[in-house]
């Protein structure tokens, strides 16, 4: 199972950016998928997640920030709209097996490569 991520980019601050995740590979049946970031120096965090249709969010994006997917394609998005420079990071999509509502990185089985969201002021 392969996941890429794609979609970042250089925004001004305000702006709005969507992130895309594919799945390919073997069939790939996921209890939840989900997006994780990473700025330089800082841990692997939270973004958001979706498990069969529910979705829950960071704090820190909630309002902000939308997670969706699309079954047939595969796909998972992060739509991400009022950036802020404080969102400047590599930003990861990952798939659990085996977790509802995943939120812990040590939950989740795969991992994209990661893509960059550079946000400036």
């Known amino acids: 199972v392969q996941l890429q991520a794609f979609g970042g980019g250089l925004v001004q601050a305000g702006g709005s950016l969507r992130l895309s995740c594919a799945a390919s590979?073997?069939?790939?049946?996921?209890?939840?998928m989900g997006w994780f970031r990473q700025a330089p120096g800082k841990e692997r965090e939270f973004v958001a997640s979706?498990?069969?249709?529910?979705?829950n969010y960071a704090d820190s994006v909630k309002g902000r920030f939308t997670i969706s997917a699309d079954n047939a394609k595969n796909t998972v998005y992060l739509q991400m709209n009022s950036l802020k420079p404080e969102d400047t990071a590599i930003y990861y999509c990952?798939?659990?097996?085996?977790?509802?509502?995943?939120?812990?990185?040590?939950?989740?089985?795969?991992w994209g490569q990661g893509t960059q969201v550079t946000v400036s002021s």
């Open positions: 979706v498990t069969w249709g529910m979705v």
């Open positions: 990952a798939g659990s097996s085996n977790f509802k509502r995943a939120t812990r990185t040590q939950e989740y089985d795969y």
């Open positions: 590979g073997r069939t790939f049946s996921s209890t939840s």
